[in-house]
């Protein structure tokens, strides 16, 4: 695997789709890992209390889900030199062995002269935005 | 109730060192369900010129959390951290976060502001190793609901993640 080249991308390539299956498994894996523990993102009863419709995912973790993106298309995650999204919208995750789905696309809206490109991500579950001005710059290689 | 103003352009002294495990960064790549070899194989690592594994882009979030602990429980900001959605996150990486690496962390308090009834805090966390080499700079957004003296409604910001 080896990270992808200035000449081989250009402002208005589209990165591969990433489609990625959210449960409660790993939600609360994601919370050992990270030590996020807020009840919201795996205790049902609390989170229907405090108005939300289910358990809702990390945003951390949908965050997470971009970062692949936007890395695995690079060839190497260390390109990515700058990330950042806002929250716009929870993943509902449901106590289904299918949990929720989140579907992620990329596209390149810019290269600069320096060989950083920039890609705008959008990540979709439920027929909704999940992220707004999810923004990644990648550093390819010459 | 409003955030206390004060907190703009305030710096808080270093956190202690985190040091960065190559079966920590393998545990959270795991959570995340991102199968990259460079975040497990010290060997793809170097292939793809890396002096050891790397963290994924956003576990930093995992420090600055930590640094910004201090801040956000302080009585005299009057954050009511019930109330409290993660609103924006970015990353800036000077280098990727790598196996070996011992960080500190010094945690700035960049805006605090109030719109349609919701509270805004804007916080930075520079995350060097100990010796002072910037390795990563992370902003995070908080939104606290419906706090500010304006009746207007939390959900016209539409902020809930």
């Known amino acids: 695997m080896s ?3 200035v000449s081989e991308v250009s402002s208005g390539t589209v990165l591969p789709e990433l489609r990625v299956r959210v449960t409660r498994e790993q939600l609360v894996r994601y919370a050992g890992a990270s030590g996020d523990f807020n ?21 951390m973790f949908t965050m997470a889900q971009g970062a692949r993106l936007v ?3 690079a060839g190497d995650p260390g390109a990515v030199i700058e990330y950042g999204v806002r929250f716009t919208r929870p ?14 696309t990329g596209k390149v809206t810019g290269v600069d002269e320096t060989g950083v490109a920039r890609v705008t991500i959008t990540a979709r579950s439920a027929g909704q935005s999940v992220l707004g001005k999810a923004v990644a710059r990648v550093r390819l290689a010459d | 109730m409003g955030l206390d103003q004060r907190f703009v352009g305030r710096a808080y002294p270093p956190t202690d060192p985190y040091e960065v495990g190559r079966e920590k960064i393998r545990e959270f790549a795991d959570a995340v369900g991102d199968p990259s070899p460079v975040y497990r194989d010290p060997a793809a690592a170097r292939a793809a010129g890396h002096p050891d594994v790397i963290a994924p882009p956003t576990f930093a979030f995992l420090l600055s959390v930590r640094a910004n602990e201090v801040i956000v ?5 009057g954050l009511d951290y019930g109330t409290v959605v993660h609103g924006d996150q970015s ?3 000077h280098r990727p976060i790598r196996a070996g690496d011992r960080l500190v962390v010094t945690a700035h308090v960049d805006a605090v502001s109030s719109r349609a009834g919701n509270e805004f805090l804007t916080l930075r966390s520079e995350v060097t190793t100990e010796d002072g080499e910037a390795v990563v700079t992370a902003r995070t ?21």
């Open chain 1, 39 to 59: 009840p919201i993102h795996w205790n049902e009863r609390f989170a229907r209390e405090v108005g939300l419709p289910n358990v809702i995912a990390h945003g």
């Open chain 2, 91 to 93: 990353f800036e990486h």
């Open chain 1, 3 to 5: 990270r992808l080249r």
């Open chain 2, 73 to 77: 429980t302080d009585p005299e900001l």
């Open chain 1, 91 to 104: 993943v509902v995750v449901p106590d289904t062995e299918e949990g929720a789905l989140v579907e992620l």
């Open chain 1, 71 to 73: 890395g695995e298309w």
């Open chain 2, 141 to 161: 957004m908080l939104v606290a609901r419906g706090t500010a003296d304006s009746p207007a409604a939390a959900e016209a910001e539409g902020v809930t993640a």
